[in-house]
């Protein structure tokens, strides 16, 4: 049976704060006017918010915290709750400890706040006790101020838009001259995103605003809204960059923008897709160095690059690469090319669309508008006596059967397919249609891949007391990790996000006369995987658990990438 929690005016008056008879009075008042004791006891006068908020922190068990007491307003870090979130719902964040979010709130009665804000943050909340008044106040101080100081360094869109807005009162916006604000405010935007190390900049129309985001490390971040007025000047010149068709707004588009940025050409390829705002323009950063990396810096440990190295280097046969969409699957096969690519090997490319250009290799687009398909691009390749062929990915039969006999002919190929690990690649190649026995006899290795954040060199810590749920979700114990295991701190260098760039976790699955026999067979996916751990693979969160004891990531951000491996 649950325990009965003692009421609040009983606290109250016997804390001596209140008398029994204002306890009394404030009921009455309360139940007739459907307001909460604690609120008509401050509007009464009987006792201050500080008090009433103390009594409900011991009515609930919970920790209260006076932000006036020296030192406590230190403990706040705004960076971990969006600031509309603060604003809207009074609440203010205190840090994270073992994969908790310590959240100060005002009413502890409000389960439908906690609900929404752990979905929306997707994060475990421990709440504590405050004042809704000192909540306010701390509010209206501290992120007034960050607001200027967001302003002065958002001046570069701010400025150019009022500027653009107070020549055009009378004329339409300029969107072509390289002296409008249009313009600049377009460039620079781009410009930016490129130095802040962003993949991918979207430009969302809403309903009364335009949302400008940046993708960096793999999660968007909120950088301006724009004003609902600019928006189709906007889209118009980012669409008049990429040369696409303005007058036309019922159909995706795709095209693409060159930049000079710091002295280098910047490729970005812009997708515009019709929503019920208007459009959504995505512009995706191409940087040439960054297929260049080196295999090493691709994040492969010792045996998985020994192996990767030997695979690459075979006459013939498939090696396919596997993950979800931005998972870094065409930096990999890329990186393995640029180490290929010598005068002594023909190389092409079938790829939809084109991404990086690359000297000395052949690179056909894909065209399916006039019937150049991937199918059509493989059987001419194939006339043309290559070594190594790659095609950007394995969609359908003809494709993955067309490929498969050029790696039966003495052909390396190279590929990728969407899987959610290397095991499943087989199952799905036959339920496209592929026969079997040609799965069995072409494939020599599947790789997966996901990307995961890397700590920042300059501000990650040890962590003494990482969150248990986590280490056994990565299959670690607190032994295992004491000393190794770092946590995400945060400082100018990483945007207060406590990571600075990406690398990936592999599970490399060779194939074996034993495995052959089961993808020949059908065999169940478990029997597959359980036949490749026997062989030597090491799964996506193994790989990731030697890089968390390695000091690279943290064991929450392994959960994250590969929860599903994690589960299992």
């Given at each position: 049976m649950a325990r009965s929690r003692t009421k609040l005016g009983d606290i109250l008056v016997s804390w001596r704060t209140i008398s029994k008879e204002q306890a009394e009075k404030a009921a009455a008042v309360a139940k007739g006017s459907g307001k909460r004791l604690g609120e008509v006891l401050t509007e009464l006068g009987f006792a201050s918010e500080e008090a009433v908020a103390k009594a409900l922190a011991n009515q609930f068990g919970m920790e209260y915290v006076d932000l006036s007491a020296h030192g406590a307003a230190n403990q706040i870090d705004t960076s971990l709750v969006p600031d509309d979130l603060i604003k809207k719902?009074?609440?203010?964040?205190?840090?994270?400890?073992?994969?908790?979010?310590?959240?100060?709130?005002?009413?502890?009665?409000?389960?439908?706040?906690?609900?929404?804000?752990?979905?929306?943050?997707?994060?475990?909340?421990?709440?504590?006790?405050?004042?809704?008044?000192?909540?306010r106040s701390y509010i209206e101080g501290t992120l007034k101020s960050k607001e200027?100081?967001?302003?002065?360094?958002?001046?570069?869109?701010?400025?150019?838009?009022?500027?653009?807005?107070?020549?055009?009162?009378?004329?339409?916006?300029?969107?072509?001259?390289?002296?409008?604000p249009i313009v600049r405010l377009c460039n620079r935007i781009l410009t930016e995103a490129v130095k802040m190390?962003?993949?991918?900049?979207?430009?969302?129309?809403?309903?009364?605003?335009?949302?400008?985001?940046?993708?960096?490390?793999?999660?968007?971040?909120?950088?301006?809204n724009l004003p609902k007025r600019m928006q189709n000047a906007v889209l118009s010149r980012f669409k008049l960059m990429a040369s696409m068709n303005i007058a036309?707004?019922?159909?995706?588009?795709?095209?693409?923008?060159?930049?000079?940025?710091?002295?280098?050409?910047?490729?970005?390829?812009?997708?515009?897709?019709?929503?019920?705002?208007?459009e959504?323009?995505?512009?995706?950063?191409?940087?040439?160095?960054?297929?260049?990396?080196?295999?090493?810096?691709?994040?492969?440990?010792?045996?998985?690059?020994?192996?990767?190295?030997?695979?690459?280097?075979?006459?013939?046969?498939?090696?396919?690469?596997?993950?979800?969409?931005g998972s870094g699957k065409t930096t990999t096969l890329y990186s393995a090319l640029d180490v290929l690519n010598k005068p002594d090997k023909k190389i092409i490319t079938a790829e939809d669309?084109?991404?990086?250009?690359?000297d000395g290799i052949n690179q056909c687009q894909v065209k399916e508008g006039i019937g150049l398909g991937f199918h059509e691009i493989l059987r001419s390749m194939l006339r043309q006596a290559p070594n190594i062929i790659l095609v950007g990915e394995i969609r359908d039969r003809?494709?993955?059967?067309?490929?498969?006999?050029?790696?039966?002919?003495?052909?390396?190929?190279?590929?990728t397919l969407h899987t959610n690990d290397a095991p499943s690649a087989i199952t799905r190649l036959v339920d496209m249609g592929i026969k079997p026995f040609l799965v069995a006899s072409s494939i020599q290795a599947i790789m997966a891949q996901r990307l995961i954040r890397i700590l920042c060199p300059k501000c990650k810590q040890v962590d003494p007391n990482p969150d248990p749920k986590f280490m056994s979700l990565i299959g670690l114990s607190a032994s295992d990790g004491a000393g190794k295991v770092h946590k995400a701190v945060g400082c100018e260098n990483c945007n207060r996000t406590g990571y600075r760039g990406r690398k990936a976790i592999f599970e490399m699955m060779l194939m074996n006369s034993q495995i052959r026999d089961l993808a020949f067979n059908l065999a169940p996916l478990p029997e597959v995987?359980?036949?490749?751990?026997?062989?030597?693979?090491?799964?996506?969160?193994?790989?990731?658990?030697?890089?968390?004891?390695?000091?690279?990531?943290?064991p929450d951000e392994i959960a994250r990438v590969a929860q599903v491996e994690a589960q299992d």
């Open positions: 719902n009074l609440v203010l964040p205190l840090g994270k400890a073992n994969g908790k979010l310590k959240l100060l709130v005002h009413d502890p009665m409000d389960i439908e706040l906690m609900d929404k804000l752990r979905f929306r943050l997707n994060v475990e909340l421990e709440p504590k006790l405050a004042s809704r008044g000192q909540i200027r100081e967001v302003s002065a360094k958002e001046s570069l869109v701010s400025e150019s838009i009022d500027r653009s807005v107070d020549r055009s009162v009378d004329k339409s916006i300029d969107i072509a001259g390289e002296d409008a190390r962003a993949s991918d900049v979207h430009i969302e129309p809403m309903a009364d605003r335009v949302r400008l985001r940046y993708r960096i490390d793999g999660v968007c971040i909120e950088r301006d036309e707004k019922r159909v995706p588009q795709d095209g693409r923008i060159k930049l000079g940025v710091d002295g280098t050409d910047i490729d970005f390829r812009v997708s515009a897709c019709p929503a019920y705002h208007g959504s323009v995505v512009a995706r950063i191409l940087r040439p160095d960054s297929v260049r990396i080196g295999l090493v810096n691709l994040g492969f440990e010792e045996d998985n690059l020994a192996i990767f190295n030997r695979i690459i280097r075979r006459p013939n046969g498939i090696f396919l690469v596997t993950g979800p969409t669309p084109v991404e990086y250009n690359f003809e494709v993955g059967e067309i490929a498969i006999q050029a790696a039966l002919t003495g052909h390396l190929v190279f590929s995987r359980k036949a490749a751990v026997a062989n030597g693979m090491r799964s996506l969160v193994e790989d990731g658990k030697l890089k968390v004891l390695a000091g690279v990531t943290t």
